[in-house]
């Protein structure tokens, strides 16, 4: 029997959906309203890649995985009964001296509403983050893991 496969970026999210889909359920299309911010999140993700350079990092263009058809630099987990599957939206190199660290780096990019970006700015400023945006958390973490890559 082939390993079920889950994405990364739902580890964080709810246990209910993972193991419906694993008892064989279906899964149901997201809304058409996420489903249109999600494409703006992608179309965002340039602009964010630009503004990564204006602080002194060189992000890789965007990449298309052909096994997965999506996009995005693909990784992989494997575990006795499962595997993971995500996609790095970029990676990103320090141009400037006196950055973080010389090497590649993982980079996921996140489009957010105003006031969830808000409370994004203030956890990271409260060290809540793991705690408030746990899924967020848990993504990036597996992709940090799979890619033996820095955040």
Known sequence: MEKPTYSMSSVGGCPRAV??????????????????????????????????????????????????????????????????????????IPTRPGLVTNGEHLVEIKSLGRFRAESLIKTLTDNKFKERFFEYAMQVSCYHYASGLPI
Do not use: I
């Open 19 to 92: 193991v419906a889909v694993r008892l064989g359920n279906d899964v149901v299309s997201p809304p058409e309203f996420m489903q249109t911010a999600a494409k703006e999140g992608v179309r965002h993700e340039e602009f964010v890649a630009k503004d990564l350079e204006e602080y002194g990092w060189k992000c890789s263009e965007p990449v298309h995985c052909e096994s997965c058809d999506r996009d995005g630099v693909h990784v992989e987990l494997e575990f006795a009964a499962y595997r993971l599957v995500g996609h790095l939206d970029r990676t990103a």
